[in-house]
């Protein structure tokens, strides 16, 4: 069997290999953002313990606090697409069926690949940019602003594997890779 055959599942196996390195990179980037998130609450937590109680507020949680918003969303955005969670315009789209329906998702699919590819190229060509002139951050943390900047491409670049996935399952008439969760029967 070539790699282009369909597996036992109906899927051809470079199709599955593909999912399931988009599987683990989009698990591995929403568990990073998780773990950015609960540090960041631990932060915002004692910085106001420290700033209520005892009147030593630290200058610069705010300042990573920010940084580490900008890592939660760039992590978060390829799993929320691959689960069909972002925002749409479901009033039209949930109207639609059969070829109509499957238009609008590949529109939907082939723009957001097309932001994935901007993030990317902007996003490396800004922070190398940044990284060659040795901008920092303004504030109380005075990091190279390219270490920031390079969330944008790793995140797009996650964002593109989950769009030309999904754009391949649905030219091949397969169901999603991950159902949407938020469509839920009257039963649930």
């Not at 998780?34 to 910085?47: D, F, K, M, P, Q």
């Not at 504030?139 to 989950?162: C, Q």
Request: glycine content about 10%; hydrophobic content about 55%.
């Amino acid at each position: 069997m070539s790699a282009e055959q369909p597996s036992a599942g109906g899927e051809p196996r470079a199709l599955r290999a593909l999912g399931r390195v988009v599987s683990w990179t989009t698990g591995a980037a929403i568990a990073l953002s998780a773990a950015g998130l609960l540090v960041s609450l631990a932060l915002i937590g004692w910085a106001v313990v420290m700033r209520y109680l005892f009147n030593r507020a630290p200058v610069w949680v705010d300042d990573l606090v920010g940084f580490l918003l900008v890592g939660i969303v760039m992590c978060a955005a390829a799993q929320v697409l691959r689960r069909g969670e972002h925002i749409a315009v479901d009033v039209f789209t949930e109207k639609l069926s059969g070829r109509a329906a499957r238009l609008a998702q590949g529109w939907a699919l082939a723009a957001a690949l097309l932001v994935s590819v901007i993030l990317m190229a902007n996003g490396w060509q800004t922070a190398m940019q940044s990284r060659q002139f040795g901008i920092v951050a303004e504030g109380r943390l005075e990091w190279p602003i390219w270490m920031l900047m390079m969330l944008l491409p790793i995140g797009g670049a996650l964002m593109a594997l989950v769009s030309l996935e999904a754009l391949w399952r649905l030219v091949l008439g397969l169901p999603p890779a991950v159902e949407q969760h938020h469509h839920r029967s009257a039963d649930d």
